[in-house]
């Protein structure tokens, strides 16, 4: 139980309940589709860069708890980060939902929640699903990503 | 003796089937998973080994390994024969007419490649249609894309209706002089429909058209008498029946068979070759490029003997008893609802949760020691014809008890209390 708890918590419930910047993103310059064909996880990631930084950023689709939370909150976490930070935010955030973080996520903000994740490993590609489809979205790459 | 004493007839009902002494043959099952007790529902995926099987396949490799159709050694005569009498004990477990007509491949998905490849490449061409349904595995889907995109013809889709059942008067105007071949699910995976499959082939073969059942699901559930479904093709998959993975058997009326051009080339499946000529092998051995997979064909003898020895519709009346109670249970929680629900159905049993994702469930229920699947079961158009992403679904093996269904019960409360 106390392993479900670690990785359904709270902050993750109510964010995949009630995810934020759930919507289309009309003014968005870059968009890229994640898509997870082992279990039909599928998300749109909209963003709209400005100067190099994440001016507003938004996303769709549908899945399990662990990914849309993941969505939301990536979403919150990267509104007015550079490309290259949000660049960074993703290989800490990769590491700590697989074990590799050596601090546990205390540098990771609210993001620290999802490193209960590392002791699903199944979970994982829920968990950075749309963190795949934001880097394809910057990157300018216009096929869905998949997971497989 | 002037009175016949009544001998009463044995009958083997359900209360003679002993669930708990069925399961001690099954090695696997008993294990902890997160500390409780394994309740594997996911039988529909691949079902768990007896013992008989394992043995069978270590017992091959320990005593008789060697190739098979060639050497003149014991060893070798001893690999050939037990690899023959599973052909064998195939043709009995579906009544074919022939142990000829018994092709081993890779599984249900190579058999319908070959058929779709082999039959389908000669026999349908430009403007003509393949017709399947709407709850098709990708493997009884994809095949047939292949083909009509190679030979521009057109894949057909009979609709199902919202418990899952295949419209069958859509079906049968589907049927027209274009259809040049039909291939259906005996059991649907997805949603657990058990298809009308003789009166599919009735309807099809009324205009000519052969007809591939694919028999992935319904083959470890029911009897299948192949001549009396009068198909052309039956296809099916070893560890679906309880035998090992990488073997699996297609079954081909005679006639087709030889009119059919070879699948792949080899050894094995020629009787003689030159640069200028080669002369394909009789039956079934046109079908049986390179050395097979003699130990695992081995392993699926053992499957049969041990479905024989419990007998299959002992084993069928098990598990109808298992999913009436299972959907009886599942159906009453509130916030649940099943996805699929025919007439006529078998062993699966589909269900999705109120706002919450089958991927929780089952990370949930494996936390409880419970093994269902998650998914779109490889059916996606089965799932966006419901409107869903997928579902969570328990399947049902022989040795599943009513125990194990009120365990998914409590499991599946545990999900509501944790993500509620």
Redesign the interface.
Request: some cysteine; glycine content about 8%; charged content about 20%.
């Given at each position: 139980?106390s392993?479900?708890?670690e990785?359904?918590q709270e902050v993750i419930?109510e964010h995949s309940?009630k995810p934020k910047n759930f919507r289309v993103l009309e003014s968005a310059n870059h968009k890229a589709e994640g898509f997870n064909p082992?279990?039909?996880?599928?998300f749109t990631v909209y963003v709209d860069v400005k100067d190099g930084s994440i001016s507003d950023i938004g996303f769709q689709g549908?899945?399990?708890?662990?990914?849309?939370a993941s969505a939301s909150m990536m979403t919150q976490m990267l509104k007015g980060k550079t490309e290259t930070e949000a660049e960074g935010i993703f290989t800490r955030f990769h590491d700590l939902v697989t074990g590799h973080s050596a601090g546990n996520g205390q540098d990771m903000g609210k993001l620290a929640v999802f490193a209960g994740v590392s002791e699903?490993p199944?979970?994982v590609k829920?968990a950075t699903l749309a963190w795949h489809a934001l880097r394809a979205a910057l990157k300018g790459d216009q096929d869905a990503v998949s997971t497989e | 003796m002037s009175t016949v004493a009544k001998i009463p007839h044995v009958i083997r009902s359900a209360s003679t089937y002993d669930v708990q002494k069925i399961r001690k043959d099954f090695p696997i099952l008993h294990q902890s998973v997160h500390g409780k007790p394994l309740v594997y529902l996911d039988n529909a995926a691949t079902t768990q080994k007896p013992l008989a099987v394992i043995e069978a396949i270590e017992n091959y490799y320990r005593r008789d390994n060697s190739n098979i159709h060639r050497g003149v050694h014991t060893l070798s005569e001893r690999a050939t024969e037990a690899y023959e009498k599973v052909r064998v004990a195939a043709q009995k477990f579906l009544n074919a007419a022939d142990h000829k007509e018994i092709i081993f491949v890779r599984g249900t998905t190579e058999a319908i490649n070959l058929v779709a490849q082999s039959y389908g490449r000669k026999n349908v061409g430009s403007g003509d249609e393949v017709l399947i349904t709407a709850m098709e595995h990708h493997s009884n889907i994809v095949p047939w894309q292949l083909l009509c995109d190679e030979k521009g013809a057109k894949l057909r889709v009979a609709p199902i209706n919202d418990r899952g059942e295949l419209e069958l008067d859509e079906f049968e105007k589907l049927l027209g002089p274009r259809t040049k071949f039909v291939a259906v699910a005996h059991l649907s995976n997805a949603l657990g429909t058990l298809n009308p499959v003789r009166e599919l082939i009735r309807m099809a073969h009324a205009h000519n058209i052969p007809v591939l059942v694919d028999g992935a699901q319904a083959a470890p559930r029911m009897q299948v008498d192949v001549q009396a479904l009068n198909c052309d093709f039956y296809a099916l998959s070893s560890h679906k029946i309880y035998g090992p993975t990488g073997i699996g058997i297609l079954y081909g009326k005679t006639k087709l068979l030889e009119a059919m051009p070879p699948y792949q080339g080899g050894g094995d499946m020629i009787a003689s070759v030159t640069f200028e000529k080669t002369v394909y092998n009789r039956l079934p051995y046109k079908f049986e490029a390179g050395t097979p997979n003699i130990a695992d064909t081995i392993g699926l003898g053992a499957a049969f003997d041990y479905l024989n020895t419990l007998g299959l519709e002992n084993v069928e009346q098990h598990e109808a008893d298992l999913l009436a109670y299972a959907t009886q249970s599942v159906e009453a929680i509130p916030g649940v609802r099943l996805v699929g629900t025919a007439k006529e159905k078998a062993g699966v049993l589909s269900f999705v949760m109120e706002?919450?994702?089958?991927?929780?469930i089952g990370?949930?229920l494996d936390?409880e020691g419970i093994a269902v699947r998650?998914?779109?079961h490889c059916a996606?158009p089965v799932?966006q014809r419901f409107g869903i992403?997928?579902t969570a679904r328990a399947s049902f093996g022989l040795y599943n008890t009513r125990e194990e269904v009120d365990a998914l019960v409590r499991g599946i409360h545990k999900v509501q209390e944790?993500?509620g």
């Open positions: 139980m392993e479900l708890r990785l359904y419930l309940k082992l279990c039909g996880d599928h549908s899945g399990c708890a662990i990914s849309k699903f199944l979970r829920c | 706002d919450i994702h089958p991927h929780d990370t949930i936390t998650t998914g779109h996606q799932m992403p997928a944790v993500l």
